[in-house]
C-alpha cells in the first residue's frame, strides 16, 4: 500500500518561497499511469487543487497559482516537491500531497500545516 | 467560496441513511462523470470513497454509494455508524480548471 508524508518547515514570512516535500513509500514515483498531485486547505475552508506532476515529469497547474507554483520530481529519493514563491498570508493553509489514478486521489498525505505570518 | 457547494452539514441516527449533495455546473459536474468524494477525519489522511460519480475502490464498505443528475452529484451513507461521522468533500474534473472542490459537510452521527 502506498504512503504519503509531506514534510517542509511550518512557519514563513510573507514574501519568502514555500517548499515542500512529500516522500512516497511502497511504490515508485517513476512507475507509469500516476499523476503526484498537491492539494491546500485554508483554515475553515475547502479543498483547493493546486497542480500535478506526471511521472514524465509533465507539469499541470491550477490556472489561479500558475505563475506561483512549481512541482518537481526527485525520483533518486522517490519524491516529489512543492515551491511556491512570494507568500503571503492566503497561502496558509494545510498542504496534502496525493497520487492521482483513474481521475481520482487515491492516497493521500495527512498534511502538513503552513503558515505565513510576519 | 469554494466551485462546488456542499451543506455544510448533516446529520443522522446510527442506522439511519444520509445523503449529501454536491452541487457544480455544466462546466464540471454536469459534463464530466469524474466526481470523486472523500472522507476526512481531522489530523488524518482524506481517504477516497466513490471515484467515477458511483464506483468503489476495493475496501470501501458498500453502504457507501454515489449518484449524479445534472450538475448535483450526490454520496449517501446507509446504515450509518460512528465511525462515519467525519467531514465529506466533492470533487470534480473542470477542463481547463482540472480539478476542483467541494466547501466540505461535517457529517455526525447523533
Known amino acids: 500500500q502506498v504512503q504519503l508524508q509531506e514534510s517542509g518547515p511550518g512557519l514563513l514570512k510573507p514574501s519568502q518561497t514555500l517548499s515542500l516535500t512529500c516522500t512516497v513509500s511502497?511504490?515508485?514515483?517513476?512507475?507509469?499511469?500516476?499523476?503526484w498531485s498537491w492539494i491546500r486547505q485554508h483554515p475553515g475552508k475547502g479543498l483547493e487543487w493546486i497542480g500535478y506532476i506526471y511521472h514524465s515529469g509533465s507539469t499541470y497547474y491550477s490556472p489561479s497559482l500558475r505563475s506561483q507554483v512549481t512541482i518537481s520530481l526527485d525520483t533518486s529519493k522517490n519524491q516529489f516537491s512543492l515551491k511556491v514563491t512570494s507568500v503571503t498570508a492566503a497561502d496558509t493553509a494545510v498542504y496534502y500531497c496525493?497520487?492521482?489514478?483513474?481521475?481520482?486521489?487515491?492516497?493521500w498525505g495527512q498534511g502538513t500545516q503552513v503558515t505565513v505570518s510576519s | 467560496q469554494s466551485d462546488l457547494t456542499q451543506p455544510a452539514s448533516v446529520s443522522g441516527s446510527p442506522g439511519q441513511s444520509i445523503t449529501i449533495s454536491c452541487t457544480g455546473t455544466?462546466?464540471?459536474?454536469?459534463?464530466?462523470?469524474?466526481v470523486s468524494w472523500y472522507q476526512h477525519h481531522p489530523g488524518k489522511a482524506p481517504k477516497l470513497m466513490i471515484y467515477e460519480v458511483s464506483q468503489r475502490p476495493s475496501g470501501v464498505s458498500n453502504r457507501f454509494s454515489g449518484s449524479k443528475s445534472g450538475n448535483t452529484a450526490s454520496l449517501t451513507v446507509s446504515g450509518l455508524q460512528a465511525e462515519d461521522e467525519a467531514d465529506y468533500y466533492c470533487c470534480s474534473f473542470a477542463g481547463s480548471r482540472f480539478w476542483v472542490f467541494g466547501g466540505g459537510t461535517k457529517l455526525t452521527v447523533l
Open positions: 511502497g511504490g515508485s514515483i517513476s512507475s507509469g499511469g500516476y499523476y
Open positions: 496525493a497520487r492521482v489514478s483513474g481521475n481520482a486521489f487515491f492516497n
Open positions: 455544466s462546466s464540471d459536474v454536469g459534463t464530466y462523470n469524474l
